[in-house]
């Protein structure tokens, strides 16, 4: 790919002020087009040092509204970035709906710099860099990817100019030399990367930078092109949906669109559906004696456990899920009962605000992720995605399919970057849901914790027994395998959710 281009192509300046001046008259426009469309679009760099990046990037925002756009820099990492996940920090700074983020090197830094790093913390990065990608590209995120390609004359020279310069002598390292050096080893690299890294949905494009002005126009023509696009097709998707359900009437801009009725599936029948929960009995028994005991125990030694998770750096995310009334909120009190309250977070999921429905709807979760040291406790999770989300019919079909793999791919990087995963299904049958929704009507203190929605979703418990069945069976993976909490029994319930968490901490711990 790199090795047969000439990097030496170059633009005169009458041609290249007309053709730059039109361009950014249709990039602006691009730029409105994707707003009004809710089009999310990620513009990245990457490319030899003193390719002239920022150069590039200040030009392609020169015609853009800057409250529509953000430009990120990213260098070696943080303190703070370092104690989470790798992929962490560009989940947070991945575009809600209709804003432009632009990214001066990106998530590629570990693919590109990774053999100057002293380690690399992915254990497959190519993978998990086109699992992100493909993610944000199936929500409609549009990524346009450059790489600048000079010769490593050009390369020489710059560097040579830079560090001549008192100004910016600062900009030119060590490993900007070894690269002009070692430039046909780089270029051997770099080509490998892109080859691996480049597909349909978000493909590269390689920019010839030895000529500044012809890297200019081609840069701002692919992005003024891909805009274009992504808007063209939104508009058109919309003109379908309009279609499909006939005319919206006007409504007031502030006023939210009514969410369709759901078309709720009919349940297979049970002698057909592969069920992982048939075989489970919901009620283990257990008095209050070996509860106390038993609790007592394996809170203390989790007090300790704690403690040896800060010090040894190793995080954790205990993820709850379950049927309504199934003691959640009890267990949850239980586990972090013993344990030092700052260096452990409960991360409570409810329907999604604003800002979060307009992200990917794992970003809420990604800026939870656990840092190094710390439990984050999930009281509900993604897992509404392929539950609630597709019984109510807030994604479509597609949509919550797809979100298996995506689910799966969150977690595998979760685990590579060193979290200990558990999993947490607390399983009651339909009576003790019934007992305990009737004991809170009944009861003032615990009237709160019972809603209409409560009741709602009991009626339709075969089809979320259907949904939590293929959850479980599609989701429990060797690295984040699914516990599941028979919890008919309060207190067994407790108790096993707690020894469960002791136990994988144990074995993790050094």
């Not at 020489?156 to 390292?173: F, H, Q, S, Y």
């Not at 509860?291 to 205990?318: E, F, G, N, T, V």
């Not at 509900?380 to 949509?399: D, H, K, L, P, Q």
Request: net charge neutral; glycine share 4%; proline share 5%.
């Amino acid at each position: 790919m790199l090795k047969r281009i000439n990097v030496s192509k170059k633009l005169a300046k009458d041609e290249y002020k007309k053709t730059i001046d039109a361009l950014g008259v249709r990039l602006g426009e691009a730029q409105r087009a994707c707003r009004d469309e809710k089009v999310p679009v990620i513009v990245l760099f990457e490319g030899w040092s003193a390719a002239g990046k920022g150069s590039r990037i200040g030009s392609l925002i020169r015609s853009l509204d800057p409250r529509g756009f953000e430009v990120f820099t990213i260098q070696t990492p943080s303190e703070e970035e370092r104690l989470h996940p790798y992929m962490w920090r560009f989940w947070r700074r991945t575009p809600a709906d209709g804003r432009v983020h632009v990214f001066d090197r990106s998530w590629y830094r570990i693919l590109m710099r990774g053999r100057e790093e002293e380690e690399t913390p992915l254990s497959d990065p190519v993978r998990d860099v086109l699992s992100f990608e493909r993610m944000l590209t199936d929500t409609g995120v549009v990524i346009v990817k450059f790489f600048l390609h000079v010769s490593r004359k050009e390369q020489k020279k710059r560097l040579e100019a830079l560090e001549a310069n008192p100004d910016t002598a600062w900009r030119v390292t060590k490993a900007d030399w070894k690269q002009n050096r070692d430039y046909d080893e780089y270029l051997t690299h770099f080509e490998r990367i892109l080859e691996e890294t480049d597909h349909d949905q978000a493909k590269w494009t390689v920019v010839e930078a030895d000529d500044g002005r012809f890297a200019d126009v081609k840069v701002c023509l692919t992005v003024v092109e891909a805009l274009e696009e992504a808007a063209e097709k939104a508009r058109a998707k919309r003109g379908q949906d309009a279609g499909a359900v006939g005319e919206a009437p006007e409504r007031p801009l502030a006023e939210a669109p009514e969410r369709p009725p759901a078309v709720a599936p009919e349940p297979l029948p049970a002698e057909v559906r592969t069920s992982v929960l048939a075989s489970v009995v919901s009620w283990q028994a257990m008095d209050r004696t070996e509860y106390r005991d038993r609790l007592k125990d394996a809170q203390k030694s989790l007090d300790i456990l704690h403690s040896a998770m800060y010090l040894q750096r190793a995080p954790a995310a205990a993820v709850f899920e379950g049927w309504d009334a199934a003691g959640k909120g009890g267990a949850i009190k239980r586990l972090v009962a013993p344990l030092d309250p700052r260096g452990y977070k409960v991360a409570p999921s409810s329907a999604p605000n604003d800002i979060e429905r307009a992200h990917h709807y794992l970003w809420r979760y990604w800026n939870e992720a656990p840092k190094a040291g710390h439990l984050t406790v999930f009281d509900r999770s993604w897992y509404g995605r392929v539950m609630v989300e597709r019984i109510e019919g807030f994604c479509t079909r597609a949509e919550w399919k797809r979100a298996f793999r995506e689910i799966n791919d969150f977690e595998e990087q979760l685990v590579d970057s060193g979290v200990v995963l558990l999993k947490f299904w607390l399983h009651i049958d339909p009576d003790e849901q019934l007992r305990r929704f009737e004991g809170r009507v009944n009861n003032p203190v615990k009237q709160w914790k019972i809603t209409d929605e409560d009741w709602r979703n009991r009626e339709k418990w075969e089809q979320y027994l259907e949904a939590v069945d293929e959850m479980l069976f599609r989701t429990s993976t060797t690295y984040a395998p699914w516990t599941i909490v028979e919890a008919d029994n309060k207190l067994f319930a407790r108790v096993k959710v707690v020894e469960t968490v002791r136990r994988q901490l144990e074995n993790r711990l050094k």
